[in-house]
Nanobody, 132 residues
Framework: QLQLVESGGGLVQPGGSLRLSCAPS?????????IGWLRQAAGKEREVVSG????????AYADSVKGRFTISRANAKSTVYLQMTSLTPEDKGVYYC????????????????????????WGQGAQVTVSS
């Protein structure tokens, strides 16, 4: 069964950096799937922090991470990355990657940032802890 597998989490000091990776396991995503990174802090609902189009040419960021996080996609490797810099304790949480199909005409559209319920195929998540 297809599932996205997240990796690269860990403990980092405030101001530090981490890079998360997301790759499919047990199958493959067709070309119409855009990918988003979602974050869930303790006691809070899951939120979408970044997304990238299936073609990899369009990205979107939540205001809380804009200018600090960079999403990228290596389609040849079917892998999506989230480079996180200038991390703060507010970035702590479990990070998931999820997929959203935007159809044949959506190759250059970033996935929605305001509809976390539309994402599927996420895995166990990657824990990110920012603490001194």
């Amino acid at each position: 069964q297809l599932q996205l597998v997240e990796s690269g989490g860990g403990l980092v000091q405030p101001g530090g950096s981490l890079r998360l990776s997301c790759a499919p396991s047990g199958g493959f995503l067709d070309v119409y799937y855009s990918i988003g990174w979602l974050r869930q802090a303790a006691g809070k609902e899951r939120e979408v922090v970044s997304g990238i189009s299936s073609y990899g040419d369009t990205t979107a960021y939540a205001d809380s991470v804009k200018g600090r996080f960079t999403i990228s996609r290596a389609n040849a490797k079917s892998t999506v990355y989230l480079q996180m810099t200038s991390l703060t304790p507010e970035d702590k949480g479990v990070y998931y990657c999820g997929a959203v199909s935007l159809g044949p005409g959506g190759g250059s559209r970033a996935p929605p940032l305001d509809m976390p319920e539309e994402y599927g195929y996420w895995g166990q998540g990657a824990q990110v802890t920012v603490s001194s």
